[in-house]
């Protein structure tokens, strides 16, 4: 049995991701998952709870509220849960494709964001993106991520967590005329991406499903 640990930004167990993998791994493979607000009680919360900072991230507590997070606050809290979830499983997947450097970590591990920004990469050169992302106070982190592969970048909002208009998003992205279309978050699923890609006409990448393929390649 291998063992494939999910680093989540916000609670474990993520029910809304990891049926996604379970669906797209054989028998032999099994999950485990820590995230990185596991430890904290819901007054501690409070205290990792972006306010007016500019670098955020968003995820889902397991009970399935959406929380927007410091990042900077965030990071220590990753490596520890980290730290615990090496020990139990053969390789780690950070389950979240907004950008982090390395974490120290002695067992191989994968990063969602580099997989999917170097996919992109490999298709085409220079190709005009359309995103999809979370929250509008994470535009201009997005566009950071992707400036070095591509100097055309659109970017519609539609949240994953609170019922975001989808529909107009794609339609934003068709009439900029983009190549491809990045659902830029862990959160998004099936649905969304089969949403998107029917009113816009456009290829759709779903992280989620790049990122399970990729695992596997490793097992």
Request: with cysteine; glycine share 4%; net charge negative.
């Amino acid at each position: 049995m291998i063992k494939v640990g999910f680093l989540t930004i916000g609670q474990s167990p993520r029910s809304d991701i990891t049926p996604t993998f379970k669906e797209m791994f054989n028998k032999n493979i099994e999950i485990v998952e820590r995230g990185a607000l596991d430890a904290l009680k819901e007054a501690q919360l409070l205290t990792v709870i972006a306010r007016k900072e500019k670098n955020i991230c968003v995820s889902r507590l397991r009970d399935g509220r959406s929380i927007i997070i410091n990042k900077r606050k965030l990071l220590p809290l990753l490596q520890n849960e980290l730290s615990k979830l090496e020990q139990e499983v053969d390789m780690v997947m950070v389950l979240s494709t907004d950008e982090f450097s390395a974490f120290t970590c002695e067992k191989p591990i994968l990063y969602a964001h580099r997989i999917v920004t170097q996919t992109i990469a490999a298709m085409v050169d220079q190709p005009k993106i359309g995103l999809i992302i979370p929250l509008e106070e994470q535009r201009n982190s997005m566009l950071k991520k992707w400036e070095s592969i591509s100097d055309e970048i659109a970017v519609a909002v539609a949240s994953p967590y609170d019922y975001g208009n989808f529909e107009e998003a794609a339609h934003y992205l068709k009439n900029y005329q983009v190549d491809l279309i990045v659902l830029d978050c862990m959160g998004y699923n099936e649905e969304h991406r089969e949403l998107v890609r029917k009113e816009s006409g456009i290829l759709t990448i779903l992280p989620r499903t790049l990122v399970a393929r990729i695992v596997l390649e490793y097992l």
